[in-house]
């Protein structure tokens, strides 16, 4: 009998959840899973702002989080080629089946660190330790990793001068009423508030960058389909429309209508995981479906604005804040963590106006083997 090489690329929510899921899934005589990361630790980047701000940490190692199964191999991904990945130390691992969950690759201008970026998160917190009474704290972006980021240092320090930059509204996907109690929650911790472009001439001893929308560069590189934004570029069953033995999750995959978080990654970790079970089995192949339930953002330790929305997104006017929304947005976190550890999740699926209606599943011939690239 022979065995089916799994390789997942990324050790983050959706890699991470594919992987568990997997293995839970599969027969070790006939597959074995391998996942490549190029850091040895999991992390919660919905924690990275207290990794910032020094009031918690975001790392967990990868070896806590995954099954026995799964074969880690730490090591940054340079090429994607025809069944082979290649490490950047030149070392290739084969595949029969992937799933590429390569995730973000949070950038920002020259004089400005990424919230998003473990490693300049880590520069950061070093940084403001070291700021005395009265320095300027800058940080560009008004979604909701910018005001946590911005309330978790203010609560934290208060007697520095937080800033916070946007160049739309703040917090403009949370209805109108929670972005007042966030106006509000900010005006309270002594944060100022700016509307417009970020401007590197204005005073500032710290800028944090936090705007999320670069990605891994590795499907460009390897020579895959991506869109305008690098994203790999995949087909209602999340597979690569390049090479079909590629799956992909996460916010390095353009899966139309799904916004760059957490809650979006681990549904597409696994119903990338089940595809490509299904695929294995001889089974039909299912479209992707996912709805949202809303949006959650800290404000410091203590508070928070719990968001509802409908399953497209769209938040409806039932939000509540306070000591029990900050209850509620640890016990979210604590969960998404657990999820993906043990590749056990269930999601909504779209409003039924958003799906796409089913056909029959490629033929064999079609779902084995590269196609033309094209970008």
Known sequence: MSTTRIVIVGGGYAGCMAANRLARKTD?????????NARPDFIERVRLHQRVAGTGEAGTPLTE???????L??????SIGDGVVTLDDGTEIAFDRLVYAAGGAPRGPEGTLAVGDPE??????????????GAHVTVVGGGLTGIETATEIAEARPELAVTLVSAGEVGASLHPSAR???????????????????DPAQRSDLTLWAIATDVSGLAQR????????????????????????????????AVPGQRLSCQTAMPQGAHAADNLLRELKHAPLRPYSMG?????????????????????????????GGRAGALFKEQVCAMAKAAAGSGHYT?????RSARTPATETPSPETTSGRTPTGR
């Open 222 to 253: 390897s020579g895959l389909r991506v869109d305008a934004d690098g994203r790999l570029t995949v087909d209602r069953y999340l597979r690569s429309v390049t090479d079909p033995r590629i799956f992909g999750a996460g916010d390095a995959a």
């Open 73 to 78: 191999r730490i090591g940054a991904a340079a």
């Open 65 to 71: 989080m995954l099954n026995d199964r799964v074969s």
């Open 120 to 133: 300049q998160a880590t520069t950061a917190r070093a940084r403001l330790a070291a700021l005395g009474d």
């Open 347 to 351: 999601w909504l699926p779209a409003p």
């Open 180 to 198: 007042r109690r966030i106006h509000d929650e900010l005006a309270a911790l002594g944060v100022a508030e700016r509307r417009g472009i970020y």
């Open 292 to 320: 949202y339930a809303g949006q959650n953002v800290s404000i410091g330790r203590r508070r928070a604005v719990i968001q509802a929305a409908r399953r497209d997104d769209t938040p409806i006017r039932l939000w509540f």
């Open 28 to 36: 070790p005589e006939t597959a074995a899973i391998t996942l490549i």
